[in-house]
């Protein structure tokens, strides 16, 4: 798979969080998928984001900066938004705010196998 590609079938996967179409989400995550070196299979995978979604409704995942190096990806992503309680385990009081995410993907076979993940938690501590 060429950088191009990668980078086609990455967005298209960021469309498909946005949309929320967890139906479709098997299409760009391998049912054993690896998160932040535990396997959590596609279920999992689906439930993590869903949780997420649930604590923050207007969540929406902004590429900030893409790699590609096949089958790697590196990406930054940005956010935007109201969690509705807690976050990270910190009270953000339904606080709007604005974080990044550091993200590395491994594909195989044209899907997400390996995901590791930071998020800048001292930049959500900063604003509140």
């Known amino acids: ?3 191009r590609s990668l980078a086609v079938i990455y967005r298209t996967y960021l469309d ?3 949309l929320r179409d967890w139906a479709s989400l098997g299409r760009f995550v ?3 998928v690896c998160h932040n070196g535990r396997q959590i299979g596609l ?3 689906r439930a993590m984001l869903e ?3 649930r604590q923050i409704p207007d969540l929406r995942f902004e590429l900030e900066l893409l790699v590609t190096e096949p ?3 590196a990406s930054r992503l940005r956010f935007v938004c109201t969690p509705a309680a807690t976050f990270l385990g910190l009270d953000t009081r339904g606080k709007q705010i604005a974080f990044s995410e550091n993200v590395f993907y491994a ?5 997400i196998a390996q995901v590791w993940s930071v998020i800048d ?3 959500i501590e900063a604003q509140l």
């Open 1 to 3: 798979m060429d950088e």
């Open 16 to 18: 498909c969080l946005n």
């Open 30 to 32: 391998d049912d054993d």
């Open 43 to 45: 279920s999992g995978y």
């Open 51 to 53: 949780r997420d979604v």
């Open 71 to 73: 089958p790697m990806i």
């Open 107 to 111: 594909f195989r076979g044209g899907k």
């Open 121 to 123: 938690k001292a930049a």
